[in-house]
């Protein structure tokens, strides 16, 4: 029976080891699932993560995985992101990065960007729906590229902010800026339990505070143009901060988007349906002959016309058989039609 079972087991092992594998699961706060050739399972501490696979997690939680070459990784709430052999991509959400391989070139993307890096750490995010990507370097040196023209790009030191839209400079990367202590603070206390690799890090953006705060005492002796610089700088900072803090969960936003596109289409619907109850003309024919009436503007001279494909031509009554509009006969013969028509518009 031991024979059998430690057998069962080894067969195991060897399917499982089989599959090619990116890292492991170090840490989860909440929830969390990895989809691997469609197959979706929870994510557990300790799990391995088999490269292709894809890591979502759920509004509040935080999950840390690293792979086989010292290159840690910290996906925020809300987040999702999908692993390769050397590249992380970013899908949607926040991620803080952390490298100790300062040899190897290492690659975090998103759909729109490309950072190239080979040591340090830094924090990233995606918004889907903007197309928006936007990188704040913690230490070290990065590259940050637009991913489809990656001749448009620029370097992106410690304590120092970027992005990339393709709304923006045709989707060449910012201009660096410089983040402030406040920011730096706020961002980083969006990751439980995380810290900087280097405890000094954290200098890098003190001294940033107190540059700003210097510069902004210049500016009000300075010339306009320069304020106008300063005030969008650390407006867009403002808006890339304000972007993590408040960022929703993510299948609500599915859900919600799915629920406007229905919403939309059947008022797409119901408008197509007005229009054509308004366009709509109905014709009866084979009225019932009528005592005869006085001729007025409304009558309808004696003519032959064509009727439907399903009728045979035939005369149509002369002028003293047509029923008038004002006649208790011929609303009567238009009731139906006329309840249609008010059905039609109420919708």
Do not use: C
Not at 144 to 168: K, P
Not at 269 to 279: I, L, N, R
Not at 316 to 325: D, H, M, Q
Request: proline share 3%.
């Amino acid at each position: 029976m031991n024979k059998i079972l430690l057998i069962t087991a080894f067969f195991s092992f060897s399917i499982f080891a089989s599959e090619p594998q990116f890292g492991r699961i170090v840490d989860i706060k909440g929830e969390g699932f990895i989809s691997y050739k469609g197959k979706t399972r929870e994510i557990r501490k300790g799990d391995a993560i088999e490269i292709g696979a894809e890591i979502v997690i759920e509004h509040h939680g935080q999950v840390s995985f690293t792979d086989n070459a010292d290159h840690r990784f910290h996906l925020g709430n809300s987040s999702s992101a999908s692993v390769s052999a050397t590249t992380v991509e970013l899908r949607s959400g926040d991620m803080w990065f952390q490298s100790l391989n300062k040899t190897d070139s290492y690659k975090v993307t998103t759909a729109n960007a490309l950072v190239d890096y080979q040591g340090g750490e830094a924090i990233v995010s995606y918004d889907s729906v903007k197309g928006k990507t936007q990188l704040m370097v913690i230490n070290g040196m990065m590259k940050l590229s637009n991913l489809r023209a990656t001749e448009l790009n620029l370097s992106v030191g410690e304590g120092l902010f970027s992005f990339v839209d393709n709304a923006y400079e045709e989707g060449a990367p910012r201009d660096p800026t410089q983040v402030g202590e406040k920011t730096y603070g706020q961002l980083v206390s969006l990751f439980t339990g995380v810290s900087p690799m280097d405890k000094n890090s954290a200098n890098i953006f003190k001294e940033h505070g107190k540059t700003e705060h210097t510069a902004a005492t210049k500016v009000e002796h300075a010339t306009r143009a320069i304020a106008s610089v300063n005030d969008d700088s650390q407006k867009m900072i403002e808006e890339y901060k304000e972007s993590m803090l408040t960022r929703p969960a993510s299948k609500k936003n599915v859900e919600k988007k799915a629920t406007v596109v229905k919403a939309v289409a059947k008022v797409d619907k119901v408008e197509k349906k007005k229009e054509v109850a308004s366009k709509a003309v109905i014709h009866i024919y084979g009225l019932k002959s009528a005592p005869a009436v006085a001729k007025t503007p409304e009558v309808v001279p004696a003519t032959k016309s064509r009727a439907p494909a399903s009728v045979l031509d035939q005369e149509v009554p002369a002028s003293s058989e047509v029923v008038s509009p004002y006649s208790k006969e011929y609303k009567q013969q238009y009731k139906e039609s006329d309840k249609l028509i008010d059905d039609l518009k109420k919708l």
